[in-house]
């Protein structure tokens, strides 16, 4: 490249920057933020107390929640204590630190150390077959926390080529408010653990992929599974979120398929083509938190 | 959605981190969307985020890499998230006449590195911005895009191989544009 090029181009960029106008807009920005924040702080706790009547979906899920605050302190403190890889700055001793996935709280210790999570996690996939014809695979999975009471909570993909989709459920949004949803990013914050949602890990698989692997993609639906499975292994999360002393810390969580994940999503597909009662089967994926 | 308390960063804060960081923020920003108005967008939501955070910063450069991680993260969610952005545009409340490109953007929106840009990955373009127009140092860029130094090396050699390569294709395409001397003076039966 022609340096004299080039260094003009770097000459006028740095002379580049937000106008008057601009900047003024910033100021009135922030200072709506600061508005709101002052109503909400008020507001929040009225919520806190009355709260919204929920779907019969989401109070099961706030009752293995509730349930599983409790075994997550035993589950927790033995699986992670003296390796928690937060970076928290400790206001108090809790008895869980940081922000822990519910799903990861629930699941059984194994002999290496990893978590086998809960059936339901990552059972639920839908996908869709672009215009070059590779194929786009949600697999629906359940990040939201055990503790209900974290702000701020970021996830970021840190590990893998997986993206991230968060769509909240509309029962759970106020009158007036914004329906909060993230589609193909690789990190998004919430601004606090109540908002409940739709979490899934995404991938794109190339259609030569999936051709090599069966003749029929149609009809072999856990084929596609499986093989967004595999590309999901290995992926890390990074969750970073505030308590309410306004401590911030992390974990990072890395997920495996387990060994036989084409049998277990070939099963669900058979059990869903025939007239039996859905059951979820033997789990699906594995999680162990990493330095 | 909102915030569940009030404690929200300082203006006095805000204030000296708009007055240090304001302007290298809305470079990245408008290097990575390559639209003033998106830039302006990024800008806010980045300081906004900024205001609400409560990570504590060691330093002003721990504060700057921070502000530019955050600012490659909403740049990239901006992109994928147009359809979303369709309904946010409808429902903002009319702020006034909007953000109008100064002259030192127009210009810059000419140049044929800019142009040339335009065809290069965000990440080639963040690595490349961050080195030559912030000045950033290897480590700095590492920090700031949350990879190793190794990972920031490969990707500046491969993003000026690939800038090097638009810029030649450029020329070519303008001298192929051009007629030639013979083709101008040649008999057309």
Request: proline share 3%.
């Amino acid at each position: 490249m022609k340096q004299q090029g080039f260094a003009s181009y770097i000459t006028q960029m740095k002379q580049v920057g937000p106008t008057s106008m601009g900047q003024e807009r910033l100021q009135e920005a922030l200072q709506r933020e600061r508005s709101a924040a002052r109503v909400s702080a008020s507001e929040h706790v009225v919520m806190h107390r009355h709260g919204v009547l929920p779907s019969a979906g989401v109070v099961a899920r706030r009752a293995v929640l509730a349930a599983a605050a409790v075994a997550a302190v035993v589950l927790v403190a033995g699986v992670v204590s003296g390796n928690m890889v937060g970076s928290g700055r400790t206001g108090g001793a809790a008895a869980i630190d940081g922000p822990v996935l519910a799903a990861y709280a629930q699941g059984v210790e194994q002999a290496d150390g990893s978590v086998l999570l809960p059936a339901s996690f990552g059972t639920s996939v839908d996908w869709d077959q672009g215009d070059d014809r590779s194929y786009s695979v949600h697999l629906n999975m359940d990040l939201s926390l055990v503790d209900a009471e974290f702000r701020d909570i970021t996830y970021s993909i840190v590990e893998g080529d997986a993206t991230f989709r968060f769509l909240q459920s509309r029962g759970s949004v106020s009158t007036n408010g914004e329906l909060t949803e993230f589609q193909d990013v690789k990190t998004f914050t919430l601004s606090d653990s109540s908002i409940e949602g739709t979490y899934s890990l995404d991938v794109v698989i190339p259609e030569d992929e999936v051709d090599a692997a069966t003749d029929d993609p149609l009809r072999d639906l856990y084929v596609i599974n499986a093989l967004a499975a595999q590309k999901i292994a290995g992926t890390r999360i990074e969750i970073e979120a505030t308590d309410a002393e306004g401590n911030t810390s992390s974990h990072t969580y890395e997920i495996q398929p387990v060994e036989n994940i084409a049998e277990r999503y070939q099963e669900l597909q058979a059990q869903a083509e025939s007239d039996e009662e859905q059951q979820l089967g033997e789990p699906l994926f594995t999680m162990r938190e990493v330095a | 959605m909102r915030e569940s308390n009030n404690e929200l960063r300082s203006e006095e804060f805000m204030d000296e981190a708009i007055a240090a960081h304001q302007g290298a923020v809305y470079r990245l920003a408008l290097s990575q969307t390559r639209s003033t108005a998106d830039a302006q967008d990024v800008m806010q939501d980045v300081f906004i985020k900024l205001m609400r955070s409560q990570v504590p910063f060691r330093d002003s450069d721990h504060l700057r890499a921070w502000l530019l991680r955050v600012t490659i993260n909403q740049c990239r969610d901006l992109a994928r998230q147009a359809w979303h952005r369709r309904v946010e545009v409808v429902d903002e409340p009319d702020m006034g006449s909007t953000v109008t490109q100064d002259e030192a953007v127009e210009l810059l929106m000419e140049h044929p590195v800019w142009r040339a840009m335009d065809a290069l990955k965000e990440s080639d373009r963040s690595v490349l911005h961050l080195r030559y127009v912030e000045e950033l140092s290897i480590p700095e860029i590492a920090e700031a895009l949350s990879c190793t130094q190794v990972a920031v090396r490969v990707r500046l050699r491969r993003a000026r191989t690939r800038l090097r390569q638009m810029m030649v294709a450029q020329c070519e395409q303008q001298s192929a544009d051009v007629p030639s001397f013979s083709q101008q003076t040649g008999v057309i039966r």
